[in-house]
């Protein structure tokens, strides 16, 4: 009971850190025009909006909220398609893992969509987990379960014909980024205790004269880690989306040659975003592992 719990807390401070930033941004996006409904405008097709487009079915226009000013800050909480997706996704989420979670209940031996799920917490606990920080990364578990799964149904939805990924936002990849900060601070200092967390960055036993030169490189290497998280998982999901729209867009250019051309490799292209797709969320819930382990074990 008290890893369904936690898996849910942590799947809430995942949301609203994405969401927030996704509402900070939307404030600081300048009003475009729309050009040319004919013209493939491959970035066009890349970055956020306030509608979700199903081409020749015509747009879905998503809510709009007057922005909002506080502390000086200017928010939007208008609904924009990375935001759409993002909650859809973690609908589609949570309903997948709590079927999974009454099936396995229900049955001594998992069946359908539990038969699926149990495998992977398995190998997240076993293979990622408890190899990197021993039998006390357990009561992290549920975190980096919500972290991993989250990250793999937003990059999965964009597959789907229609959908787009949340992934793709740098604005959710750094909410995501910045909740894996906050739980490597968090627990560093839970560890070692606060001063004893800072004072542990800079390694024992180096010249004097060395160290306030360290002491800038380990400050420097604490923002590092997130921005090294959040540009990885945003550069890769985005440039399958690029690379896709690019082949298909050679059909417009070379007309039949470019069917044959462009077909073939935008389908291998899009299987392979389905391996991408895992292997992302995998490297991200991997790095913040060894990430919160580095600064609970600093010797």
Do not use: C
């Not at 050009?35 to 066009?44: M, Q």
């Not at 935001?83 to 893992?97: D, P, T």
């Not at 379960?145 to 959908?163: D, Q, R, S, Y």
Request: hydrophobic share 55%.
């Amino acid at each position: 009971m008290k890893v369904r719990y936690r898996f849910l807390y942590s799947f809430l401070i995942i949301t609203l850190f994405t969401a927030l930033f996704s509402f900070k941004a939307l404030a600081e996006e300048p009003d475009k025009q729309h050009g040319d409904e004919n013209k493939l405008d491959i970035i066009e097709k890349v970055v956020d909006h306030d509608y979700v487009d199903f081409y020749f079915l015509g747009k879905l226009p998503l809510p709009k909220i007057p922005k909002v000013t506080i502390g000086g800050i200017t928010f939007d909480f208008s609904v924009t398609k990375s935001l759409f997706m993002m909650f859809l996704s973690s609908i589609i989420l949570l309903i997948v893992l709590r079927r999974a979670a009454v099936i396995n209940t229900k049955n001594p031996v998992p069946r359908g969509v539990g038969n699926f799920i149990e495998p992977v917490i398995v190998f997240i606990r076993d293979e990622i987990v408890v190899p990197n920080m021993g039998k006390d990364g357990l009561r992290l578990l549920p975190f980096f379960l919500t972290l991993f799964f989250f990250i793999l149904f937003a990059n999965i939805i964009g597959l789907v014909p229609f959908m787009a990924q949340p992934t793709k936002n740098i604005s959710v990849t750094t909410g995501l980024a910045l909740v894996s900060f906050a739980m490597i601070q968090i627990n560093g200092m839970k560890k070692n205790g606060v001063l004893g967390y800072f004072k542990g960055l800079v390694p024992h036993g180096i010249p004097a004269f060395v160290l306030p030169i360290m002491i800038i490189v380990e400050f420097i290497g604490l923002f590092t880690k997130p921005f090294a998280l959040l540009m990885r998982l945003f550069a890769n999901i985005t440039a399958g989306s690029i690379i896709i729209m690019s082949l298909l867009g050679l059909i417009f250019i070379m007309n039949w040659a470019g069917v044959a051309i462009a077909v073939p490799f935008a389908l291998f292209i899009y299987f392979l975003e389905l391996f991408v797709a895992l292997l992302q969320a995998y490297i991200f819930t991997m790095l913040s592992v060894i990430f919160i382990n580095m600064a609970m074990h600093q010797h």
